[in-house]
């Protein structure tokens, strides 16, 4: 089975298990893969029947049974090549004279399909980072090669294919139906192509309730949504996002996520994904690799295997019990190390102990567990004082 018939099989599963808004959107994103106007059409009719019949859950399972299958004889338009990088960059570095800060020298690579996560304490160079890659900046040593499926020919032009969202986003005017236009427009989608487009759009990114709603009307949250949105529509070749979960709940966060994820597995249009964010968990789990930045220094830069982290067990917990009582039941698996930052504990253990034994003594002692998370190959581990 090709990877856009699995991906089908996917959303089939979501839709016959009851999962019908994880479904709906992995729906449109094999939609998309397609690059047909006319299945989109189909798309934004099932999109308005959907929002006029919020509980009509067996009639949507089977309209979205038909779209699919019209979806798997259309097929995926023409699969771009993901195994390159996209971004290479060298010995890169920036100092600035006020404050004494200097980042670098590192090296970052970006290829299709791949997030990295960008972590840090504040005013350790992550905003610097994404600056740099994004053409904003000029390293003052190394340097960036871009590799876009095209060449570009100016600084526009590389704007065109990378795309930075800083923390704080312009202000837009209009509605934003008629700004989604306008982008497409822009970038050379015209007619049909260009309405469904965006209706489409804001269908995927959970917006089509506020469609006919001005700009300024939106959530904070919502308008991050609708920035990701509309760049989405200029195709970029790399996205690089400066704190975009900030002003977003718990669950907006994690759709977020779960969206850039999935969109930029695109089969039709890949694209790469740097993303800088204080959301450490939330991160780790979508992300292909983390880079760490310590006082604009790169602390590590691994993808996230068991293989290629640290070796120790490293557990942050959260329990009433006290340190004594901890350091008592666990001294015979090789515990070297309690600290504790006022709320939580880390426990460090020696690495012939498995976090399978920790929890089985946890069991067996009746110690009481609020929280309780293995952070031997996390990015937490660096933010322990």
């Known amino acids: ?23 709906f959107r992995k729906l449109i994103d094999s939609a998309l893969d397609t690059g047909n106007t006319e299945i989109l059409k189909e798309v934004i009719s099932y999109t308005d029947w959907r929002h006029q019949n919020p509980d009509d859950s067996t009639n949507d399972v089977a309209k979205a049974m038909n779209l699919l299958e019209k979806i798997r004889q259309v097929g995926p338009k023409n699969q771009p090549n993901s195994n390159r990088n996209i971004i290479n960059a060298k010995n890169i570095s920036k100092q600035y004279a006020k404050g004494n800060f200097k980042l670098g020298p590192l090296d970052v690579s970006i290829q299709p399909s791949k997030i990295v996560g960008l972590v840090g304490e504040n005013g350790n160079g992550k905003t610097t980072l994404l600056r740099l890659l994004a053409g904003e900046l000029k390293p003052d040593s190394g ?6 499926r095209e060449n570009f020919n100016n600084h526009y032009d590389l704007r065109t294919k990378l795309v930075y969202i800083p923390q704080r986003i312009e202000v837009l005017r ?11 427009t822009n970038h050379g989608v015209l007619g049909e192509d260009n309405y469904y487009m965006a209706l489409t759009a804001l269908a995927r990114m959970g917006l089509w309730q506020y469609k006919e709603l001005n700009w300024a009307r939106l959530s904070s949250g919502y308008k991050m949504r609708f920035e990701l949105t509309r760049t989405l529509l200029r195709q970029p070749e790399v996205l690089l996002l400066d704190e975009p979960l900030a002003n977003l709940d718990v669950l907006a966060q994690q759709v977020i996520l779960e969206d850039l994820k999935s969109l930029s597995e695109s089969l039709y249009r890949p694209f790469g994904v740097v993303l800088s964010s204080q959301q450490l968990y939330e991160v780790e789990k979508i992300s292909d690799k983390i880079i760490y930045l310590e006082k604009g220094k790169l602390v590590n830069d691994s993808s996230i295997k068991i293989d290629e982290a640290s070796h120790q067990l ?10 004594e009582i901890l350091q008592e039941k666990l001294a015979s698996f090789g515990l070297e190390k309690i600290h504790f930052n006022g709320g939580n504990y880390m426990l460090f253990f020696n690495p ?14 009746d110690i009481p567990l609020t929280y309780i998370r293995d952070i031997s190959n996390s990015s937490r581990r660096f933010f322990i004082n």
Do not use: C, H, P, W
């Open 1 to 23: 089975m090709n990877l856009f018939n699995q991906r089908l099989a996917e959303v089939s599963d979501f839709y016959q298990n009851g999962d019908l808004n994880l479904g």
């Open 314 to 323: 490293i557990l942050e917990l959260e329990s009433e019990i006290s340190r």
């Open 174 to 184: 209009g509605g934003l139906l008629d700004n989604l236009q306008f982008t497409l």
């Open 143 to 148: 340097n960036i090669d871009y590799q876009f």
């Open 352 to 365: 012939e102990t498995s976090f399978n034994e920790v929890l089985k003594q946890f069991g067996e002692s």
